[in-house]
């Protein structure tokens, strides 16, 4: 996950920020109250992260209607988890915080809590990311940058929003930090995956008919679509190495051979790759989790890494895969 605002700037937003800025600190996420959410996603929303948004992110994440990546931000992303989560409860599928839908989402333990950095969560790091993919080939893993990026992924975490719950830490072995708590992966078995490029989502429904989770994605471009029809899952390989044919794929940069990049989380493909019976065609992770619904793919079905990982728990060969507009 890379940065996006300097971290200084959102200290400053905490400390002096605008007369609407909230005070962002576990307590203060632990403690809001979901009821001070306007029902319908504002117009114009904040861009300061509050605390009772981060506490909804994290309960809808809980609850397998991911937001994404919980960033304190009112962002389309939680509107449709909302819908989902919504459509999984059999209520109206509106996107509004009602009454019913707060009162079903309040559940578990604390949303913010205690952290021990262990020395596992600062090994394999690399010195950067390069853009172009040739760089990208001859390094000898895709892995994290940072300790914070890596901890970021695995609490679902925007890592702007991790800096800033933990002021002038030092993200390092032995160090405590405070970090939002999603919970287990959602269980169960997929019987198909519908992929909506209207709604920018995907959505796993069990052989019931019932929604088991609901995921944000990024579905083609305007340039690259993604398929259309229905096809069905083919196989998943986790942690893949990417194989890149500008004859096959698409032109990245001066590129012009098939090159082949390995393995990591934040390789192009991310961390999983759910291979689909349409040809070069899959569902897969992302490097850049904060972009997911916000950009445009290469044809494929983009979500983030931890998106990608629980999904694929739930998938195996033969699953439907129907593509909608």
């Known amino acids: 996950m890379k940065p996006v605002t300097p971290i200084a700037t959102l200290v400053l937003l905490f400390s002096f920020g605008t007369a609407n800025a909230l005070e962002l600190t576990a307590d203060a996420i632990n403690t809001a109250s979901l009821a001070s959410i306007a029902q319908e996603r504002p117009?114009?929303?904040?861009?300061?992260?509050?605390?009772?948004?981060?506490?909804?992110?994290?309960?809808?994440?809980?609850?397998?209607?991911?937001?994404?990546?919980?960033?304190?931000?009112?962002?389309?992303?939680?509107?449709?988890?909302?819908?989902?989560?919504?459509?999984?409860?059999?209520?109206?599928?509106?996107?509004?915080?009602?009454?019913?839908?707060?009162?079903?989402?309040?559940?578990?333990?604390?949303?913010?809590?205690?952290?021990?950095?262990?020395?596992?969560?600062?090994?394999?790091?690399?010195?950067?990311?390069?853009?172009?993919?040739?760089?990208?080939?001859?390094?000898?893993?895709?892995?994290?940058?940072?300790?914070?990026?890596?901890?970021?992924?695995?609490?679902?975490?925007?890592?702007?929003?991790?800096?800033?719950?933990?002021?002038?830490?030092?993200?390092?072995?032995?160090?405590?930090?405070?970090?939002v708590t999603t919970g287990p992966p959602k269980e169960g078995r997929a019987k198909r995956i519908e992929v909506n490029a209207r709604t920018g989502q995907v959505l796993a429904y069990d052989e019931g008919g019932s929604m088991l989770a609901a995921y944000p994605a990024t579905v083609g471009s305007r340039d690259n679509p993604s398929p259309s029809g229905t096809h069905k899952v083919k196989g998943v390989a986790r942690m893949p190495v990417y194989r890149y044919d500008p004859k096959i794929n698409f032109k990245q940069g001066k590129n012009d051979k098939i090159l082949t990049i390995p393995k990591g989380p934040n390789g192009p493909v991310g961390s999983i790759w759910i291979d689909l019976t349409e040809p070069t065609y899959g569902i897969h992770g992302t490097p850049d989790p904060e972009l997911i619904d916000k950009g445009a793919s290469h044809g494929c079905v983009r979500l983030t890494n931890w998106d990608a990982e629980e999904l694929a728990g739930m998938v195996k060969p033969g699953v439907t895969v129907k593509f909608v507009d």
């Open 43 to 179: 117009k114009k929303p904040s861009p300061d992260p509050d605390p009772a948004i981060v506490r909804l992110q994290v309960l809808l994440d809980r609850a397998g209607s991911s937001p994404g990546v919980i960033d304190g931000l009112y962002g389309e992303n939680v509107g449709k988890a909302v819908a989902a989560f919504e459509t999984m409860n059999k209520l109206a599928p509106d996107g509004k915080l009602d009454p019913d839908a707060l009162g079903r989402l309040e559940t578990g333990p604390a949303i913010v809590e205690s952290y021990i950095i262990t020395k596992e969560d600062a090994g394999g790091l690399v010195d950067r990311i390069p853009e172009d993919y040739g760089e990208k080939a001859g390094m000898t893993s895709m892995g994290y940058t940072s300790v914070e990026e890596r901890l970021s992924e695995r609490f679902h975490m925007d890592i702007d929003l991790l800096k800033a719950l933990n002021p002038g830490t030092e993200f390092a072995p032995g160090k405590t930090i405070e970090v």
